[in-house]
């Protein structure tokens, strides 16, 4: 059925992928079948910036200090996804109520927060910052249970054990080593029958160089379905966030002192002050256009 609704999806991708053990990310050329195998046509060159190592914890441990509500009313795209998450959970028919749910890679912790205070929420982070701000937050106190844990930066087996009923992985994949490693953990820690939520950027190589891979929805669709878990809802989205941002965002991206920030900020603030439901209609009409989308999300099921 999956493969019948995305079938005009399926053109020819970039992916990359990088071996258990590895630090040298290959970027990969696929095209996807109508029966949607992948098809592999041999390694492109090495694009700039994909051979050096990215120490995540580093970029990150110290990230969520300070204050918060300014950064957090400017991230729109955080903003989004709690809402869209919750909006593609309730249209499945998820009961949230008083699920137990794990986020791994949580940071500011709010899709733990967008969950009712019922749910037994837990959170795994490689960022000291943002366990020490969990445990703080008035937001994520209100929960009927709660756990924030730190865990090593290449360590999926160090994640609680669960079993849970939602597992999220938001933005993370892309930030990892081997992403199958770390999908196979979210797998084992979804009781059967749970949901596996995931959702992931889609830009080019060497777009973000804090990133060790690319991803399309097709890739991100064929990754979640090779660890076993079945798909139940896909989509592309923030087709505003990027094209003209793309080439605006440049000094941010290149990490230029002061216009870097400045230039982020300014993106960050016109997308903000866009309520969610126009946002919503925006994005219909981009994609109607043929902006093709900058966030991929996959909910996919553990087999009962």
């Known amino acids: 059925m999956w493969s019948k609704r995305h079938a005009a999806l399926r053109l020819g991708v970039v992916a990359t992928r990088i071996s258990a053990?590895?630090?040298?990310?290959?970027?990969?050329?696929?095209?996807?079948?109508?029966?949607?195998s992948i098809v592999r046509h041999g390694a492109l060159p090495d694009q700039r910036g994909w051979g050096k190592s990215v120490q995540q914890k580093r970029i990150y441990d110290e990230a969520y200090r300070g204050e918060q509500r300014v950064r957090r009313w400017l991230r729109f795209d955080i903003r989004y996804r709690c809402r869209r998450l919750q909006e593609v959970l309730g249209s499945l028919r998820i009961d949230v109520a008083r699920a137990r749910v794990l986020d791994v890679g949580f940071g500011t912790g709010e899709l733990l927060a967008s969950f009712p205070v019922g749910c037994a929420i837990t959170g795994a982070e490689i960022s000291a910052s943002a366990v020490e701000r969990a445990h703080r937050s008035p937001r994520l106190s209100r929960h009927?249970?709660?756990?924030?844990?730190?865990?090593?930066?290449?360590?999926?087996?160090?994640l609680p054990r669960g079993p849970f009923d939602i597992v999220l992985s938001s933005h993370v994949l892309e930030h990892v080593d081997d992403d199958s490693r770390w999908l196979r953990a979210l797998h084992q820690r979804v009781m059967p029958g749970g949901t596996v939520a995931v959702f992931v950027p889609i830009e080019t190589p060497g777009y973000n160089p804090?990133?060790?891979?690319?991803?399309?929805?097709?890739?991100?669709?064929?990754?979640?379905?090779?660890?076993?878990?079945q798909i139940v809802h896909t989509e592309g989205s923030m087709h505003l966030n990027g094209h003209v941002w793309k080439w605006l965002t440049l000094p941010s991206r290149k990490r230029w002192p002061v216009l870097g920030p400045?230039?982020?900020t300014l993106r960050l603030l016109s997308q903000a002050v866009i309520p969610y439901p126009l946002t919503r209609t925006l994005e219909r009409w981009a994609a109607r256009a043929g902006l093709g989308p900058r966030q991929a999300l996959v909910v996919a099921r553990a087999p009962s």
């Open 210 to 229: 804090d990133h060790v891979r690319v991803y399309s929805l097709e890739s991100l669709c064929a990754l979640v379905e090779s660890v076993g878990l």
């Open 262 to 264: 400045l230039v982020n």
């Open 144 to 158: 009927a249970s709660r756990h924030f844990q730190l865990i090593p930066e290449n360590g999926p087996e160090a």
């Open 21 to 36: 053990g590895s630090r040298l990310a290959r970027p990969l050329l696929f095209t996807f079948s109508p029966s949607g």
